[in-house]
């Protein structure tokens, strides 16, 4: 049996309405980051795959936290979860992929480009 597909009007409702998605897409897209970006805190490649260059920096940092299981501070949550609406297409084809997703940690990139 197939599991849930996720469109993006639904990732989006539940960016609105859940913290835990917010932390948890943080850390999903910051691991789709190539590395050099990851350790530089800003998106260089136009590959469809992670942050983008405007949000990169201060999502980066949020994603950090995360990743080190430090809470999003009041004015981290909702700035996180405005600028990861943009992210929403992304994310739904990443809950989509039939691949089990990695922290970066465990890989440099994931399945969310453009073409997953």
Not at 68 to 85: F, M, N, T
């Amino acid at each position: 049996m197939a599991g849930k597909i996720w469109a993006k009007d639904e990732i989006k409702h539940l960016l609105e309405t859940n913290d835990k998605m917010v932390s948890r897409s943080l850390a999903m897209l910051y691991g789709c980051q190539a590395a050099d970006e990851r350790s530089g805190g800003e998106a260089r490649e136009h590959n469809g795959a992670g942050l983008n260059g405007i949000d990169s920096p201060f999502l980066s940092g949020a994603a950090q936290h995360v990743l080190i299981g430090v809470a999003l501070s009041e004015k981290q949550l909702p700035a996180s979860r405005k600028a990861l609406l943009k992210h929403a297409g992304q994310l739904a084809r990443i809950a989509n992929a039939e691949t089990e997703l990695a922290l970066p940690s465990e890989r440099g990139l994931c399945a969310c480009s453009a073409n997953a």
